[in-house]
T-cell receptor, first 115, second 114 residues
Framework: DTAVSQTPKYLVTQMGNDKSIKCEQN?????MYWYKQDSKKFLKIMFS???????INETVPNRFSPKSPDKAHLNLHINSLELGDSAVYFC??????????????FGPGTRLLVL | AQSVTQPDIHITVSEGASLELRCNYS??????LFWYVQSPGQGLQLLLK??????LVQGIKGFEAEFKRSQSSFNLRKPSVHWSDAAEYFC????????????FGTGTQLKVEL
């Protein structure tokens, strides 16, 4: 009965490769997010989608492309991976965008290591 | 733009002792405030949240936090710490009408001595 799930949990890959991380939530939420946590554990939002529509894009390189096939899924595709992309990527979801609906619930994270 | 400061990078307390983790925010209006906990190798778990109303909020695992507008603070407290509370704690602020963007502090790592 996992609320927000991510696959894979770990991802080790070579520079220049293309990879995807998948996120699914079974909470019936309308809004989903991607955050990046760097090696110093600093968390920063990358994207958010509401009802499959992009609402936040925090100056993330074009190599990162989120895709939301439906409200329950938000996938993150990364092209031409660089060493600096090594981080933990967290997916989150919230009921909506107003008031207490904004409470965000996080997935377990995907640990990406680029060699 | 909003920002969050967690002044303490590391805190060590003895099991059974009380705990206070500091959080100061910068935002032009009343913010939404959150505390999350991250255990090693795990995701973020919501401890508690403040949106409006009573400035003292209760959360899970015996934690509470108090919103003090005059001090722009939202400190997290627990009267008696358990060894299992050892983790990284993050304070976050959300802006009303800001598209639900959460801004996180840099975290406080809590160690508990037995």
């Amino acid at each position: 009965d996992t609320a927000v799930s991510q696959t894979p949990k770990y991802l080790v890959t070579q520079m220049g490769n293309d990879k995807s991380i998948k996120c699914e939530q079974n909470l019936g939420h309308d809004t989903m997010y991607w955050y990046k946590q760097d090696s110093k554990k600093f968390l920063k939002i990358m994207f958010s989608y509401n009802n499959k529509e992009l609402i936040i894009n925090e100056t993330v390189p074009n190599r990162f492309s989120p895709k939301s096939p439906d409200k329950a899924h938000l996938n993150l595709h990364i092209n031409s991976l660089e060493l600096g992309d090594s981080a933990v990527y967290f997916c989150a979801s919230s009921l909506g965008l107003a008031g207490e609906q904004e409470t965000q619930y996080f997935g377990p994270g995907t640990r990406l290591l680029v060699l | 733009a909003q920002s969050v400061t967690q002044p303490d990078i590391h805190i060590t307390v003895s099991e059974g002792a009380s705990l206070e983790l500091r959080c100061n925010y910068s935002y032009g209006a009343t913010p939404y405030l959150f505390w999350y906990v991250q255990s090693p190798g795990q995701g973020l778990q919501l401890l508690l949240k403040y949106f409006s109303g009573d400035t003292l909020v209760q959360g899970i695992k015996g934690f509470e936090a108090e919103f003090k507008r005059s001090q722009s603070s939202f400190n997290l407290r627990k009267p008696s710490v358990h060894w299992s509370d050892a983790a990284e704690y993050f304070c976050a602020v959300g802006a009303k009408g800001g598209g639900n963007k959460l801004t996180f502090g840099t975290g406080t790592q809590l160690k508990v001595e037995l």
